[in-house]
């Protein structure tokens, strides 16, 4: 057996392909063909789409392709596995799980930590490896369950963010332009901890005797000096019981922007050390297993979904969540109102 991509053959083996479709009764198999026969098939997958096919000798066993966008409105959920299908002949002995493994890879190289597939099957993809993810409306209205695989390693990713951030921590100079006014500055967040992912935020609690604003905003015009300092944000609550001083700069890195919350508290203030200690708690408990599926929910969460990372730490550290099925039904019954205080 051997696979072939549609647009690396040569004419003669296009040819046999696109007959193959033609025999096919499948009704999205008649649409593929009309996208390769219309030329309009990179325009509605995506510029990078490819389309595989599982050959023995010259009889076409399996096809599905890989491409940037499928059946389901979602920018943030890419690369994905569409027009899976097997002809009836050759059914029963795994042969597109041959495909799907290969569409993996594939997409592992192109740095893509995973893949996701849309189908109205139940039963059928989890033996080759996906995990359902959850139900979503296709760009038709109709109902559609989404399945993930991890293509690349995950984890690599993320020391790889965690890397950057290091860069960007070194040469923003924050740290350095607090310090020279005595101010305490530690890291926390999802840097702190080794959990960043697709976010590109640095968390810092610094630490002062006084909340003066205007000693802050020169320290704040020092690190805006930097020309890689895009804009800058700020919000005073120093007189609430919050004790703090909001400080939001955007840093570019390589064309890359991230967001560096500075969050300036008061001395001996009610939240002074106290997210310091969760983070530290969270630490000392994270094993590679939990850190790599927290690193998944996050990966998998869309953007548009604003979840904190503390209920991505609760559910898997203290609640066993393995799956992002798992985890929206978990988020439902424990809604986030306020500052979470689970600690580990």
């Known amino acids: 057996?051997?696979?072939?991509?549609?647009?690396?053959?040569?004419?003669?083996?296009?040819?046999?392909?696109?007959?193959?479709?033609?025999?096919?009764?499948?009704?999205?198999?008649?649409?593929?063909?009309?996208?390769?026969?219309?030329?309009?098939?990179?325009?509605?997958?995506?510029?990078?789409?490819?389309?595989?096919?599982?050959?023995?000798?010259?009889a076409v066993i399996s096809f599905l392709t890989l491409s940037e966008q499928d059946c389901i409105a979602a920018p943030d959920m890419t690369p994905w596995i569409g027009f899976a299908f097997t002809f009836p002949e050759y059914r029963g002995h795994g042969n597109i799980g041959i495909l799907l493994d290969h569409a993996?890879?594939?997409?592992?190289?192109?740095?893509?930590?995973?893949?996701?597939?849309?189908?109205n099957h139940t039963g059928l993809y989890e033996k080759y490896g996906f995990t359902y993810w959850g139900n979503r409306k296709d760009i038709y209205g109709e109902d559609s369950r989404i399945y993930i695989t991890p293509a690349a390693n995950i984890v690599q990713l993320a020391d790889a963010a965690q890397e950057r951030a290091r860069k960007v921590i070194c040469q923003s100079g924050i740290r350095e332009a607090?310090?020279?006014?005595?101010a305490k500055v530690n890291q926390v967040g999802s840097v702190a901890m080794g959990l960043l992912m697709k976010h590109c935020d640095i968390d810092f609690h610094i630490y002062t005797d006084m909340l003066d604003v205007a000693e802050s905003f020169k320290v704040?015009?020092?690190?805006?000096?930097?020309?890689?300092?895009?804009?800058?944000?700020?919000?005073?609550?120093?007189?609430t019981d919050e004790a703090c001083l909001e400080w939001h700069v955007w840093y570019n890195l390589n064309g890359e922007e991230w967001q560096i919350d500075m969050i300036q508290i008061l001395r001996n203030s009610q939240f002074d050390g106290y997210f310091e200690h969760v983070a530290d708690r969270i630490k000392a408990v994270l094993t590679p297993e939990s850190r790599r599926t927290i690193l998944e929910l996050k990966y998998v969460t869309p953007s548009k979904e604003h979840i904190a990372?503390?209920?991505?730490?609760?559910?898997?550290?203290?609640?066993?969540?393995?799956?992002?099925?798992?985890?929206?039904?978990?988020?439902?019954?424990?809604?986030?109102?306020?500052?979470?205080?689970?600690?580990?």
């Open 1 to 58: 057996m051997r696979i072939t991509e549609f647009y690396e053959s040569d004419e003669s083996t296009q040819g046999v392909l696109l007959q193959a479709l033609r025999c096919c009764d499948w009704k999205a198999a008649k649409f593929l063909l009309r996208l390769l026969e219309e030329g309009t098939f990179s325009e509605t997958l995506g510029g990078k789409g490819q389309l595989f096919f599982l050959l023995d000798g010259e």
């Open 104 to 119: 993996r890879k594939c997409a592992a190289l192109d740095g893509a930590p995973f893949v996701f597939l849309a189908t």
């Open 178 to 182: 607090w310090e020279d006014i005595g």
């Open 220 to 239: 704040i015009s020092r690190i805006c000096a930097n020309p890689n300092v895009t804009r800058l944000e700020y919000r005073n609550f120093s007189k």
């Open 309 to 344: 990372g503390i209920e991505y730490y609760q559910a898997v550290i203290a609640d066993g969540i393995k799956t992002y099925a798992q985890f929206t039904a978990w988020c439902k019954k424990h809604p986030m109102t306020g500052i979470n205080e689970w600690c580990p």
